[in-house]
C-alpha cells in the first residue's frame, strides 16, 4: 500500500539528518509482518533473492538492456565516481556500525543498518537513489517494513527520466514488487 509522504518525514530516523537534499519519491508500506528484532531478518533476505514476480523481473530486466544502451549504468556515472557516497555523511557510530549486505541482483549497495533502519543507494546517469526501509509497530502489536524512495535526479535528463517512468513504478512495478516482497515473506516465515 502507497503511503503518504509524511509516514517516512514524522518518523525520527536517521536518514533524514543525512539526506535533506534528495527527495521524497515514494513510501510503501511492506506486506512483511513480524516482530520488533525482524529487519535485519528481513533485510538478508530481501537482498539475498530474485525478484519472484515474473513481471517485475521482466520489466527490471528491460530497464537494465535499456540503461546498457542508453549508457545509463556505466561505472563513471555510479556511486563513488559521478557521486559522493552517502556513508561520506555517517556519523561515526553509523560508519563503525553494521553497513548491512548487498542486494546479488540489482546494483543498491548497503549504506548502514540499525535495529529500526536500513538505507541502501545507487547512481547512474538519470538519479542518486537512496532505499530506505523503517521498521514500524503496526498499531496491533507486531511490525513491519516501510519502504521509502529518496531520490535526487541528475539535471533536466534525469528530472524527465524520473517523470516519465513514474507511472510505470507507481501503478504497476511497486504493487508486483510489494506483493512479492509479500510472498517471499510470508515463505521465508512459513519455512522458519
Given at each position: 500500500?502507497?503511503?503518504?509522504?509524511?509516514?517516512?518525514?514524522?518518523?525520527?530516523?536517521?536518514?533524514?539528518?543525512?539526506?535533506?537534499?534528495?527527495?521524497?519519491?515514494?513510501?510503501?508500506?511492506?506486506?512483511?509482518?513480524?516482530?520488533?528484532?525482524?529487519?535485519?531478518?528481513?533485510?538478508?533476505?530481501?537482498?539475498?533473492?530474485?525478484?519472484?514476480?515474473?513481471?517485475?523481473?521482466?520489466?527490471?530486466?528491460?530497464?537494465?538492456?535499456?540503461?546498457?544502451?542508453?549508457?545509463?549504468?556505466?561505472?563513471?556515472?555510479?556511486?563513488?565516481?559521478?557521486?559522493?557516497?552517502?556513508?561520506?555523511?555517517?556519523?561515526?557510530?553509523?560508519?563503525?556500525?553494521?553497513?548491512?549486505?548487498?542486494?546479488?541482483?540489482?546494483?543498491?549497495?548497503?549504506?548502514?543498518?540499525?535495529?529500526?533502519?536500513?538505507v541502501a543507494e545507487v547512481a547512474n546517469r538519470t538519479v542518486h537513489a537512496?532505499?530506505?526501509?523503517?521498521?514500524?509497530?503496526?498499531?496491533?502489536?507486531?511490525?513491519?517494513?516501510?519502504?521509502?524512495?529518496?531520490?535526487?535526479?541528475?539535471?533536466?535528463?534525469?528530472?524527465?527520466?524520473?517523470?516519465?517512468?513514474?507511472p510505470i513504478r507507481v501503478f504497476l512495478v511497486n504493487p508486483l514488487l510489494?506483493?512479492?516482497?509479500?510472498?517471499?515473506?510470508?515463505?521465508?516465515?512459513?519455512?522458519?
Amino acid at each position: 500500500m502507497r503511503l503518504p509522504s509524511t509516514s517516512f518525514t514524522h518518523r525520527p530516523w536517521r536518514i533524514h539528518d543525512l539526506a535533506s537534499d534528495f527527495r521524497i519519491e515514494d513510501v510503501w508500506a511492506l506486506p512483511t509482518p513480524g516482530g520488533p528484532d525482524d529487519l535485519a531478518v528481513f533485510v538478508q533476505q530481501f537482498t539475498s533473492t530474485d525478484v519472484s514476480d515474473p513481471v517485475v523481473r521482466r520489466l527490471l530486466d528491460l530497464r537494465w538492456k535499456l540503461g546498457a544502451m542508453l549508457g545509463l549504468d556505466k561505472p563513471d556515472a555510479g556511486v563513488g565516481v559521478r557521486v559522493a557516497t552517502l556513508r561520506d555523511r555517517l556519523p561515526d557510530d553509523l560508519r563503525d556500525g553494521p553497513r548491512g549486505p548487498d542486494f546479488e541482483v540489482v546494483p543498491f549497495k548497503s549504506v548502514y543498518q540499525t535495529d529500526t533502519e536500513w538505507v541502501a543507494e545507487v547512481a547512474n546517469r538519470t538519479v542518486h537513489a537512496l532505499m530506505h526501509v523503517g521498521w514500524v509497530p503496526d498499531g496491533a502489536g507486531g511490525y513491519h517494513g516501510e519502504m521509502t524512495a529518496l531520490v535526487k535526479p541528475n539535471g533536466l535528463f534525469g528530472r524527465l527520466y524520473m517523470a516519465a517512468i513514474k507511472p510505470i513504478r507507481v501503478f504497476l512495478v511497486n504493487p508486483l514488487l510489494m506483493r512479492s516482497i509479500g510472498r517471499d515473506w510470508r515463505e521465508l516465515r512459513t519455512a522458519a
